[in-house]
């Protein structure tokens, strides 16, 4: 596609629920980013892949978050048992190659806990 | 570790006015610092990139300029107009060169007709 794209936009789920998150990043962008942003902050990061490898999931706030990118193409963000702290809007990002070149994001997933 | 800090936090200004935006970092050492722009409810759109060899980007009526030594960058825009009103966010990659960015809490710009 032309864009960054995840899927679904909004989700609601009950606490306790597993949800999945996915992102169709740019054909051929080596490199995957995932944020969390909460209501009036800057995006923080969680996790990045350089193709199906998983580089850094220093930003995972618990261990009830899990990413993956099994075939170095389009990635999921599972969070099993959500929270209430866990409703923000999770971005995704991708770019052509590992390192500090331009990122482009997808239109992210709000994720509503109730 | 890299922080980035975002000011102001919102900023009101008739339309055609030229206004600027700030953005600091805490930690010079970066490879280079990017400006996005996000309206509610949507994802973030790419406006200008800054290598760390660079001083400034254009594009357009944006302008974008880098002190990597005073941890500054800002975000010029001229003659606004109400279409410009959105959220403006900085990141920098800190020194890790992994494309990992770190977000200032943004800049909510409001043009007034």
């Known amino acids: 596609g032309a864009g960054v794209s995840q899927s679904p936009r909004y989700k609601v789920a009950k606490r306790g629920q597993d949800v999945a998150l996915r992102c169709d990043p740019i054909?051929?962008?080596?490199?995957l980013f995932w944020y969390q942003q909460a209501l009036g902050q800057g995006p923080e990061f969680l996790t990045y892949f350089q193709n199906e490898a998983q580089l850094d999931k220093s930003g995972l706030p618990s261990d009830r978050f899990f990413a993956e990118r099994p075939e170095g193409s389009v990635s999921t963000l599972k969070i099993q048992r959500t929270q209430q702290e866990d409703s923000a809007v999770y971005l995704c990002?991708?770019?052509?190659?590992?390192?500090?070149?331009?990122?482009?994001f997808g239109q992210g997933t709000r994720l509503t806990v109730v | 570790k890299q922080e980035v800090t975002q000011i102001p936090a919102a900023l009101s200004v008739p339309e055609g006015e030229n206004l600027v935006l700030n953005c600091s970092f805490t930690?010079?050492?970066?490879?280079?610092l990017q400006w996005f722009r996000q309206d509610p409810g949507k994802g973030l759109t790419s406006l200008l990139l800054?290598?760390?060899?660079?001083r400034e980007q254009t594009s357009g009526r944006l302008n974008a300029s880098l002190d990597k030594s005073s941890g500054r960058s800002t975000l010029y825009i001229a003659a606004s107009q109400p279409g410009d009103s959105a959220t403006y966010l900085c990141a920098s990659d800190g020194s890790s060169n992994t494309g990992k960015l770190i977000f200032g809490q943004g800049t909510t710009l409001q043009v007034k007709p």
């Open positions: 054909s051929g962008h080596v490199s």
């Open positions: 990002a991708s770019s052509l190659v590992l390192g500090s070149t331009e990122a482009f």
């Open positions: 930690d010079s050492a970066i490879y280079n």
């Open positions: 800054i290598q760390s060899s660079q």
